[in-house]
């Protein structure tokens, strides 16, 4: 996949994040369910027609699909939404590491807490920044 087409669905993992808090959704909830589910899985791969269905498209299946793990609840700002769904897939491009892996290392909570320091990063130097962190943490 050439690299504007992973841009350009990083953009849609962004707004889809933003369009969770417009729906009123938890946001902690709606990230869990979003990277840890088979929704999050068929953005991972190389190909799937759900990569260009748009974001209601995809926020619908998760709700359809997945509806028992959201919330209605405080949504982060859309800023960090934004930021955090884009990151997520951004990291799957880097790394090849699955949304599942990815979620593990950076739940929603964390992604909230280091997004006024890491926003303005490379999203290459956060991700790796992350990583450093969850390895630290992990590995007493």
Not at 26 to 32: E, G, L, N, P, R
Not at 60 to 84: A, N, V
Not at 113 to 138: D, G
Request: net charge negative; proline share 2%.
């Amino acid at each position: 996949m050439s690299k504007s087409l992973q841009l350009a669905l990083c953009d849609t993992q962004g707004k889809l994040f933003e369009l969770s808090a417009k729906n009123g959704y938890d946001s902690q909830m709606f990230a869990k369910a979003y990277m840890t589910t088979d929704v999050a899985t068929d953005m991972d791969k190389d190909f799937h027609h759900i990569q260009w269905a748009g974001k209601e498209y995809i926020l619908s299946r998760i709700e359809d699909e997945h509806g028992d793990l959201l919330s209605k609840g405080e949504p982060f700002d859309t800023e960090t939404l934004y930021w955090m769904g884009y990151i997520y897939r951004y990291w799957n491009y880097y790394t090849g590491e699955s949304s599942k892996e990815i979620y593990r290392q950076a739940p929603a909570k964390t992604m909230q807490i280091v997004y006024l320091m890491y926003h303005t990063m490379s999203p290459e130097l956060a991700i790796e920044r992350l990583k450093e962190s969850y390895r630290e943490k992990h590995s007493k």
